[in-house]
């Protein structure tokens, strides 16, 4: 069973930086992709950032340009770099993990944006 295991999340003021990690129980080049979703209050989670081998990056809208999402083959973690954070990016960040038709979620990690 694949596990996913984030950690980084914490409390920061609004213009702040986090940096996120998710570490993963196997090989993370043998994932199709993986990303970054999160989950605001009362919303629906949300694709925040991909990444795939061989293809570059891809972010939402609302984050390009102040977050990063990187991959450490070599110690199978994925980080999702968060600068100026904003805070309508608060909520539960989860790593996600695409192999074939199966999908696999970490427990999520809880970013808060204080003013």
């Known amino acids: 069973q694949v596990q996913l295991v984030e950690s980084g999340g914490g409390l920061v003021q609004a213009g702040g930086s986090l940096r996120l990690s998710c570490v993963a129980s196997?090989?993370?080049?043998?994932?199709?992709?993986m990303g970054w979703h999160r989950q605001a209050p009362g919303m629906q989670r949300e694709l925040v950032a991909g990444?795939?081998?061989?293809?570059?990056?891809n972010y939402a809208d609302s984050v390009k340009g102040r977050f990063t999402i990187s991959r450490d083959n070599a110690n199978n973690t994925v980080y999702l770099q968060m600068n100026r954070l904003k805070l309508e990016d608060t909520g539960v960040y989860y790593c996600?993990?695409?192999?074939?038709?199966?999908?696999?979620w970490g427990q999520g990690t809880q970013v808060t944006v204080s003013s």
């Open positions: 990444i795939s081998s061989g293809v570059f990056p």
């Open positions: 996600h993990a695409l192999r074939g038709p199966y999908n696999y």
């Open positions: 196997e090989r993370i080049s043998s994932f199709d992709a």
